[in-house]
């Protein structure tokens, strides 16, 4: 069951460059299974949450009502009490639904959140801003552009001005919206990389007031 839906949601993802594509998609069931031995979740579940947790991705596919999620699930004889436990957990997964007000609620659900913010995160979550950026033909660092902090769910989904505003917007923000001590515990250990990552980058740019507004920006969010 497991194996035909990995392969259905490869298909769909086959041809994404922005991030989002089954390299992030492993990554987080990889760490959502982890997580999942030490919260005590369904890992069956859990892998299932996370194969699906972006086939509807609004980023990718636009509003689809869950479209993608139920097609494979039908071509793949899921049940229909585990669809229903899989629908409703994808549909509270993400960004911009935590900023509207949504929260997962089973520990499944919660468990591949954490693990999919936490892919956000680190290096491979640097890299993933590089890749969306360049998808969508926006600059990684524009040094003349600062951070939009007071984002609406609309300002998000329009995206950020630049890679580096986003990881501020967004990104620097995920560790307080752990849901799971693992996920907390992984999500800090991240973040230090990232803000390691933006010194040395303000630093080699020779961006002072960048640097100024990172070290604010830290002291403002402990």
């Not at 989002?20 to 998609?25: L, P, R, S, T, V």
């Not at 995206?159 to 752990?178: Q, T």
């Amino acid at each position: 069951m497991i194996d035909k839906v990995y392969k259905e949601v490869e298909k769909l993802l086959a041809s994404d460059n922005s991030g989002h594509g089954m390299n992030h998609i492993n990554r987080v069931v990889k760490l959502a299974s982890v997580f999942a031995d030490s919260e005590g979740a369904n890992k069956d579940i859990v892998t299932l949450i996370a194969l699906l947790h972006d086939v509807d991705d609004y980023k990718l596919f636009g509003e689809t009502n869950l479209s993608n999620a139920k097609e494979i699930m039908i071509k793949c004889n899921i049940n229909d009490n585990t669809k229903e436990i899989i629908l409703k957990a994808i549909s509270t997964i993400g960004y911009s639904k935590r900023i509207s007000g949504i929260t997962p609620e089973s520990i499944e659900a919660k468990v591949v959140s954490d693990a999919d913010m936490c892919d956000a995160l680190g290096a491979s979550g640097i890299l993933r801003t590089y890749a969306y950026s360049k998808a969508h033909n926006r600059p990684f660092f524009d040094k003349d552009t600062f951070p939009n902090l007071n984002l609406t769910v609309d300002d998000y989904k329009n995206g950020s001005a630049s890679g580096v505003n986003h990881i501020f917007e967004k990104i620097l923000r995920l560790p307080k919206m752990m849901l799971t001590k693992s996920g907390k515990n992984v999500s800090l250990y991240r973040e230090k990389i990232v803000i390691e990552f933006l010194f040395n980058l303000f630093e080699e740019e020779n961006t002072l007031e960048w640097k100024t507004y990172l070290i604010d920006y830290i002291k403002d969010n402990n």
